[in-house]
């Protein structure tokens, strides 16, 4: 075995250590301060050459050499977690190994993303490419937190591409939904509910509501289909006998690709004018690359399938190009007795370094 593979081990090893430690430190959505910690530790252990940077609770760190003229490739993945959900049969933070698995909240979304990615940015940065190459571990990604990615992307230089690590089973996701919340109001007149008196608001709503679960944008994505629209709350009246003069709902909106979260507000506003709509924020935007970047057809090449993925990360808060693949599943995040299988973070970490290794952008 050459010098290349023992340290390719090695830093295998490494990243499933990383991992199991990961897993002991709760490190829930704006409170990542312990995680932080222990991620700014093991990469000022492992890269000494380089300088490790800590921003709210989040860290990054750049490969030696950093040329402004040349192209940058931001690695990155989140530290936070959801809190656990009552069904764990497994202590949620343990790493529990058992029937080649591993077993702990934030093992597969995004911890064996996170480990992999490090393990390819040290792999990277000893090695000749044409471009710079960034770490970046994110908080609050979680809950699209502003002292996140929307904050970190402010420190960081100018990026030409992100790799965004989340659990897609290492096939590529080209394309991604955004989110929009909406807040909506329908007026009526208030009145005594034993007389025909006043205007209900409630039905006035309800064919609203109906209007708009049947709405379709007319753009259509390749990859993500159709903007989906559904209301998941409904609120109205004071009490029995009162006819309610506003009913409000929430409106949860995941765009395309195909419109901004501008656009598709202003649609809505004008196609709805008895509703009062109002948006949240505009600023989870859906995102996309081309099949033809060289990333993507380096991905198609290793008979890896590009897809639009249906649920919302970092990347619609990435002002930049960028792809989704990591190691793991999607339908195991946020679950119950969350695991990895050490075998996909040794494919994740070959796999990164193949697809990146002496890219050209």
């Not at 989040?58 to 530290?79: C, E, K």
């Not at 309800?206 to 994505?221: E, G």
Request: include cysteine; glycine fraction near 6%.
């Amino acid at each position: 075995m050459d010098d290349m593979a023992i340290d390719t081990d090695e830093i295998y090893y490494d990243s499933l250590t990383l991992l199991k430690r990961l897993i002991t430190i709760p490190s829930h959505s704006r409170e990542e301060d312990a995680a932080s910690k222990a991620v700014a530790e093991f990469l000022t252990s492992a890269l000494p050459q380089c300088e490790v940077k800590t921003l709210h609770n989040n860290v990054w760190v750049a490969a030696q050499g950093f040329d402004p003229s040349r192209p940058t490739i931001m690695l990155n993945s989140h530290i936070d977690t959801v809190k656990p959900v009552s069904g764990w049969t497994l202590p949620p933070y343990e790493a529990t190994e058992a029937d080649d698995r591993l077993y702990g909240l934030g093992s597969n979304d995004a911890g064996a993303s996170l480990v992999s990615l490090i393990a390819a940015f040290r792999i990277l940065s000893e090695r000749e490419n044409r471009y710079n190459l960034i770490f970046a571990a994110s908080a609050e990604e979680e809950v699209s937190g502003a002292n996140g990615m929307e904050l970190l992307i402010k420190e960081l230089p100018p990026i030409t591409f992100a790799v965004v690590g989340e659990p897609t089973g290492m096939q590529p996701a080209i394309a991604e939904k955004g989110l929009m919340v909406l807040d909506c109001a329908v007026r009526g007149i208030s009145g005594h509910a034993a007389r025909n008196e006043g205007e209900n608001a409630i039905y006035k709503a309800l064919p609203q509501i109906d209007a708009l679960r049947k709405y379709r944008f007319s753009r259509i994505s390749p990859m993500l289909g159709s903007v989906k629209i559904t209301v998941t709350q409904i609120a109205a009246g004071t009490q029995h006998n009162v006819v309610p003069d506003l009913c409000t709902f929430v409106v949860d909106v995941r765009p395309n690709g195909m419109y901004s979260n501008r656009e598709i507000l202003d649609e809505l506003q004008r196609e709805f004018p008895e509703c009062e709509i109002k948006a949240r924020s505009l600023r989870l935007n859906s995102s996309h690359i081309e099949e033809t970047h060289p990333f993507v057809s380096r991905c198609t090449l290793l008979g890896l399938e590009p897809f639009g993925s249906p649920t919302l990360s970092d990347q619609a808060l990435i002002p930049y190009k960028s792809v989704k693949i990591g190691p793991g599943d999607s339908a195991r995040s946020h679950t119950a007795d969350e695991y990895i299988r050490p075998e996909e973070i040794r494919e994740a970490i070959d796999m990164y370094v193949r697809l990146l290794d002496g890219l050209t952008l």
